[in-house]
């Protein structure tokens, strides 16, 4: 297993990470048993959130009596000082230690977050205040949007920048790391299949291990998952021209309006399945028209009750004009349906 070390920090970890929204779908001993093989497998840095449901406690039962083999990092969607240190300990109960190796503000999207976590009263102070009495060893930033991300690594106060990055969205690339790893940043990689939306893991695994600066957190939710990541990492790998043209391939069939799948539209007031429905094209693009319309058919009869109310789109890390979207995956589900009668 090829290993990086992040950042300044001096935190030595396995090159691939483990994403920790999966196991939501697991229950707990099935979630423990996979982490667990994941640590038998040589991966050592993990990461979750305050709030991926109950991803935290998972992990806490699988690392009871082996903290110290693991690299735990999470996150808090706070702004505020006292807020912020809630999660801290809410997080440090789940997770059944006293200390968090990275703790990150989570998803910070705008100047208004960004003013509140760095103003007096923020999350910033206080999060200091917790590593200096030890509670957290080191910490770092997630953030969806560039221009943030940016911002953020400039204040120099981050050890880490979690940024999406994958075959699809390689927008990081350019200025992004560099600016990261001139202040000597760790750099996480988050959405490394797209959220779901690249199929072949084993290509999109590939096509990160070409950057040898990157931690990647690859969510899994069964063995062959975990396998499959540490396989990459392991031992040689090439990328051939053939995989050149298939990523290529991916980027033509997606472009930059997706959907990545996080869920933080939802939900909708109106019981519109959002996230389903937005894979509407992707998911006719892979299977025929008919067979898309009987699979996808109850989801975007949903899409019908939207009242374009834009509540679903201000959520959106990624910006995307869902209602509009959606009106249009409706219409072409709609001449789907017509061509199938
Ligand atoms: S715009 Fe439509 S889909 Fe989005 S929250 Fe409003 S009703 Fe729901
Ligand atoms: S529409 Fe946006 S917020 Fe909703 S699941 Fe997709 S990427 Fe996430």
Redesign the pocket.
């Known amino acids: 297993m090829q290993t990086r070390t992040l950042g300044n920090t001096g935190l030595a970890t396995s090159a691939v990470g483990f994403g920790g929204i999966p196991i939501i779908r697991l229950g707990r001993d099935e979630a423990a048993a996979l982490l667990r093989h994941a640590v038998e497998r040589g991966i050592t840095f993990f990461d979750t959130a305050n709030r991926y449901m109950d991803s935290e406690e998972k992990m806490g039962q699988a690392f009871a009596g082996i903290r110290d083999k693991v690299v735990i990092a999470t996150k808090t969607g706070m702004r505020g000082a006292k807020e912020a240190l809630e999660e801290l300990e809410l997080s440090l109960t789940r997770l059944k230690t006293d200390y968090i190796d990275l703790y990150q503000p989570h998803q910070v999207s705008n100047p208004e977050e960004f003013a509140t976590l760095m103003g007096p009263g923020g999350a910033m102070d206080a999060l200091v205040k917790a590593r200096e009495q030890g509670k957290i060893r080191h910490i770092g930033i997630t953030s969806h949007s560039l221009e943030m991300a940016r911002k953020l690594v400039a204040t120099g106060l981050f050890a880490t920048i979690q940024f999406p990055y994958n075959i699809v969205e390689t927008e990081a690339a350019a200025e992004l790391f560099p600016e990261a790893l001139a202040r000597d940043m760790g750099i996480l990689v988050m959405k490394p299949f797209a959220?779901g939306m690249l199929d072949d893991g084993d290509l999109a695994l590939r096509f990160l291990r070409r950057h040898p600066d990157l931690l990647v957190l690859a969510g899994c939710d069964t063995a062959e998952q975990v396998d499959q990541a540490v396989d990459v990492f392991s031992g040689d790998s090439v990328w051939t021209e053939a995989d050149a043209a298939k990523a290529e391939g991916y980027r033509q069939e997606l472009g930059s309006r997706f959907?990545?799948?996080?869920?933080?539209?939802q939900p909708c007031p109106q019981g519109v399945r959002?996230?389903y429905a937005?894979m509407y094209r992707v998911v006719a693009k892979r299977m025929s028209p008919a067979k898309a319309v009987n699979f996808a058919g109850a989801t975007m009869e949903t899409v019908r009750e939207c009242v374009d109310c834009g509540e679903?789109a201000t959520?959106?890390?990624?910006n995307?004009p869902?209602p509009e979207m959606l009106r249009e995956y409706l219409a072409l589900y709609d001449s789907h349906r017509q061509e199938a009668q």
Do not use: H
Not at 315 to 318: D, F, G
């Open positions: 959220g959907c990545r799948r996080c869920e933080y539209c959002i996230t937005m679903c959520r959106c890390p990624y995307l869902i």
